[in-house]
Nanobody, 124 residues
Framework: QVRLVESGGGSVQAGGSLRLSCAAS????????MGWFRQAPGKGREGVAR?????????YYADSVKGRFTISQDNAKNTLYLQMNSLNPEDTAMYYC????????????????WGQGTQVTVSS
């Protein structure tokens, strides 16, 4: 019943910015666990960012994006965001959002729901 749909991907020049959105459809209870992943051609899936709202809240970022990407949410809109600044060609990948606590913690945590992905292409 729950579906996650990513949007906001596209083609940009190096140094540019994009904001990805992940909209949840269907009735769901609020989730404390949300994340973004990416997969480049010929490479495995990489955890990019995680937002955990339990306790005081925590964010986690891959070293490769720390300081450039920001994960956030809008509860009223049931939407998760990934603001990406200072993009470089190494950021080119299919980006996926995920939600629903399914075990683990940090960037390697598991999720119950996954989106279909949105393509991000960064040219030199």
């Amino acid at each position: 019943q729950v579906r996650l749909v990513e949007s906001g991907g596209g083609s940009v020049q190096a140094g540019g910015s994009l904001r990805l959105s992940c909209a949840a459809s269907g009735y769901t209870y609020s989730s404390s666990c949300m994340g973004w992943f990416r997969q480049a051609p010929g490479k495995g899936r990489e955890g990019v960012a995680r937002l955990y709202t339990g306790g005081g809240g925590s964010t986690y970022y891959a070293d490769s994006v720390k300081g450039r990407f920001t994960i956030s949410q809008d509860n009223a809109k049931n939407t998760l965001y990934l603001q990406m600044n200072s993009l470089n060609p190494e950021d080119t990948a299919m980006y996926y959002c995920a939600a629903g606590c399914a075990g683990g913690y940090g960037l390697d945590a598991e999720y119950n729901y996954w989106g279909q992905g949105t393509q991000v292409t960064v040219s030199s």
